[in-house]
């Protein structure tokens, strides 16, 4: 069966770098992009972007380029989103969930990433 | 960037009433559209994918429809299970976007 395994809550202070990984099983990992959500406290969902897992060619929505960088390891079916120069304001869940055509058809359990100082 | 409005932000209802969620993109999306449900605590679902298209194992009660900038989740015959919030997602652009989501609370 398809899962999505995300990497456990991180606590960092501001100013650090954080790494989250989402491993992939149960289907061909190159064959679907992967996308990142973020879910700030108590707010809504935010889409941050995808990356084609075929050709690791990334692509950021407006507000998630620079600090954000979204990268691969296809050799363990795993994808990753690095945030460097953390902010408290990125405070969140993040979330991996596979692209099946047009529509975000698994998702990972989220990983929390709390910035405090 | 393409702007979906999505309405009520919140609503209250009883077990067994029919609700209805509405979805307004900024331009034409055509059918490239979803519906998620998230509990607390839990990662959205997949409902409803190219504006219409029941995911698999997702329960009959709910429907989608509307094409073009006007969309609708209908949630028929509401079951205690049912209360969550609901997002929309239009993924026509290459950026894509979330509504701002509805709670659908117990009346």
């Known amino acids: 069966q398809v899962q999505l395994v995300q990497s456990g809550s991180e606590l960092k202070k501001p100013g650090a770098s954080v790494k989250v990984s989402c491993k992939a099983s149960?289907?061909?990992?190159?064959?679907?992009?992967i996308n990142w959500v973020r879910q700030a406290p108590g707010q809504g969902l935010e889409w941050m972007g995808w990356?084609?897992?075929?050709?690791?060619?990334?692509t950021y929505a407006q507000g998630f380029t620079g600090r954000f960088v979204f990268s691969l390891d296809t050799s363990v079916s795993t994808a990753y989103l690095q945030i460097s120069r953390i902010k408290t304001e990125d405070t969140a869940v993040y979330y991996c969930?596979?692209?099946?055509?047009?529509?975000?058809?698994?998702w990972g359990q989220g990983t929390l990433v709390t910035v405090s100082s | 960037d393409i702007q979906m409005t999505q309405s009520p932000s919140s609503l209250s209802a009883s077990v067994g009433d029919t609700v209805t969620i509405t979805c307004r993109a900024s331009?034409?999306?055509?059918?490239?559209f979803n519906w998620y449900q998230q509990k607390p605590g839990k990662a959205p679902t997949l409902l409803i994918y190219?504006?219409?298209s029941l995911q698999s194992g997702v329960s009959t009660r709910f429907s989608g429809s509307g094409s073009g900038t006007d969309f609708t989740l209908t949630i028929s015959n509401l079951q205690p299970e049912d209360f969550a919030t609901y997002y929309c997602?239009?993924?026509?652009?290459?950026?894509?976007?979330f509504g701002q989501g509805t709670k659908v609370e117990i009346k």
């Open positions: 997602l239009q993924t026509y652009s290459t950026l894509w976007t």
């Open positions: 990356i084609n897992t075929n050709t690791g060619n990334p």
């Open positions: 190219a504006a219409f």
């Open positions: 969930a596979r692209a099946g055509g047009t529509s975000l058809d698994y």
């Open positions: 331009q034409s999306i055509s059918r490239n």
């Open positions: 149960g289907y061909t990992f190159t064959n679907y992009g």
